[in-house]
């Protein structure tokens, strides 16, 4: 397969190499036991990846967004999964964007050199769903502590993480006041947290992606933890938006490669009726337009990455990157299981995991129906419909 990706040939090397000590193998017994990939999470710190987005005078590398994607692409491609780790690179900028100086000389140096793990972002709730803003997790001040109650769900990482990006409500919704007012975010320390008011159930998923549900009961949090302004949390959350939204579609470009180049080998070196089933058409064909959707989704977010570079606000096209590189990761992967035959089934071919895993795209970390919601009335101008 032509190689599309034309810029970070030596970060992509590097991670390439790095992702080769942890081969297929390695995922699946990670898969079947539902594990964290904890050496493979603190390998990338060791190296220095997690920190890539990190100004260097936090002692990060103070590499620009579309690093970030050729990393988290290439993991993907060599046929792992970033999951475990990704959101460290977006869940970051909200400390970088609106925390303190305080906080940010307090954290980000430890987050850079991988003494602190932020990889928990808590947002989803059990009876709000998208709707953010109808959440109801609250947190009221007493002294010096905001008194945090209610609870999360699909936290990942939580049991992997030491900081929570947490999002709460601080001001209780009253008449005619906006849904996304009076929300705030606050940097948890689940250290201290846990057993003191915080409560982590992991939750079994299709996938292996360490996600958990997590209850407070009034759980202590310093006011001194509360990032930026109180009330203009949800304003927060949606700033970082476009950066998650791009890398996501990174992993998926990632899948898709990863699925392609998986399903043109088999069809090639299978032989079935006396020669190679990628010589029929009806196996060829789907690979090949499999190929096209994943070169025009990587052109998409090629386009958000140069935007978002520039300094833009870039949501319909990184709302777009994120649509185009799931469909394109799905579709591959849907044709790589069927190019496969029985073998996509089994579980020594990887393709099976990679299904399942690049599935949660479709819904995660937004679903395909709230971005063509915002397509429709932002982009289009067709009347709001929720
Ligand atoms: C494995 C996993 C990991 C996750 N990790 C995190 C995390 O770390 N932190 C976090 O905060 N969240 C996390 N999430 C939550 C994730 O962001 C949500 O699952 C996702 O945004 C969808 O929300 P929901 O599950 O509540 O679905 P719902 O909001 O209940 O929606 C259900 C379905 O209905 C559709 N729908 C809803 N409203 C409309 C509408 N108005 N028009 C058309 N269709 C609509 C949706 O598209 C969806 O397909 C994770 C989820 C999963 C599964």
């Known amino acids: 397969m032509p190689d599309t990706s034309n810029k970070y040939d030596d970060i992509r090397n590097a991670v390439n190499k790095l992702c080769l000590q942890f081969p297929g193998e390695y995922w699946r017994r990670i898969d079947r036991d539902m594990a964290y990939p904890k050496d493979f999470v603190n390998a990338l710190t060791e190296a220095g990846w997690l920190a890539a987005l990190i100004p260097e005078e936090y002692d990060g590398a103070g590499l620009p967004l579309s690093a970030g994607a050729a990393i988290l692409e290439e993991i993907h491609r060599s046929g792992g999964n970033a999951g475990a780790c990704h959101a460290q690179m977006y869940t970051m900028g909200t400390l970088l964007r609106h925390g303190s100086a305080e906080q940010k000389q307090q954290y980000l140096p430890e987050i850079a050199n991988g003494t602190l793990r932020l990889q928990a972002f808590g947002v989803t709730e059990p009876s709000s769903g998208t709707d953010t803003g109808a959440l109801k997790t609250r947190a009221t001040i007493e002294g010096d502590n905001f008194v945090v109650n209610g609870q999360k769900i699909w936290t990942s990482r939580a049991e992997h993480s030491d900081l929570m990006i947490l999002l709460v409500r601080t001001t209780p919704l009253s008449e005619g006041m906006k849904k996304t007012h009076g929300l705030s ?179 995660a970390p937004i679903s395909t129906n709230l971005i063509l919601s915002y397509l429709s009335e932002h982009v289009l101008g067709l009347p709001r419909s929720y």
């Not at 202590?220 to 949390?233: A, D, T, W």
């Open 185 to 363: 975010v606050l940097l948890v320390d689940m250290r201290e947290a846990v057993g003191n008011g915080l409560t982590i159930r992991p939750i079994r998923t299709m996938m292996n992606h360490a996600t958990t549900e997590v209850f407070f009961d009034n759980l202590r949090v310093p006011v001194k933890n509360l990032i930026g302004e109180e009330g203009s949390g949800f304003k927060y959350i949606l700033s970082g938006m476009n950066a998650e939204r791009i890398l996501i579609a990174s992993e998926c470009i990632g899948d898709a490669k990863w699925f392609i180049e998986k399903a043109v080998n088999y069809a090639g070196d299978r032989n079935v009726f006396g020669r190679a089933i990628g010589q029929n058409q009806g196996v060829q064909f789907p690979i090949a337009r499999a190929y096209a959707n994943m070169r025009a989704a990587e052109l998409m977010v090629n386009e958000a990455l140069r935007l978002y570079e520039l300094g833009e606000n870039p949501g319909a096209e990184a709302n777009m990157a994120k649509l185009l590189a799931a469909d394109a990761s799905n579709e591959a992967a849907n044709v790589t299981v069927q190019t496969h035959g029985g073998f996509g089934f089994a579980e020594e071919f990887d393709v099976e995991r990679k299904f399942r895993e690049t599935r949660l795209y479709q819904v």
